[in-house]
């Protein structure tokens, strides 16, 4: 599996970005994604992730202004990111995997970062 990311730049605060997230992978319909950020100094974070099972999840940071969405044909993830604040600076990388997923489940593929600044 191999992922792709990208969409990442400097905004400011208050403004939108969407992130895409391209897999290589041999049924995108049965892989859940996710999107995780990391902050200087600080751990990678879950951000939100979409199951194969249908599911959607979000870390309550982002609930109401993040809208992960996938479209199964062009086997791409996206992060729909509005109201953008300061602390969402992060590289922001996706991540898959063939299971079912919850908030808290673990991903063996991981793509590159991208980088996203938020000008106060």
């Known amino acids: 599996v191999q992922l792709q990311a990208s969409g990442g730049g400097l905004v400011q605060a208050g403004g939108s970005l969407r992130l895409s997230c391209a897999a290589s992978?041999?049924?995108?319909?049965?892989?859940?994604l996710g999107w995780f950020r990391q902050a200087p100094g600080k751990e990678r974070d879950f951000v939100a992730a979409?199951?194969?099972?249908?599911?959607?999840y979000y870390t309550d940071s982002v609930k109401g202004r993040f809208t992960i969405s996938r479209d199964n044909r062009k086997n791409t993830v996206y992060l729909q990111m509005n109201n953008l604040k300061s602390e969402d600076t992060a590289v922001y990388y996706c991540?898959?995997?063939?299971?079912?997923?919850?908030?808290?489940?673990?991903?063996?593929?991981w793509g590159q970062g991208t980088q996203v600044t938020v000008s106060s």
């Open positions: 991540a898959a995997t063939q299971r079912i997923v919850t908030a808290r489940s673990n991903y063996e593929f």
């Open positions: 992978v041999r049924s995108f319909s049965t892989t859940s």
């Open positions: 979409t199951s194969w099972g249908g599911n959607i």
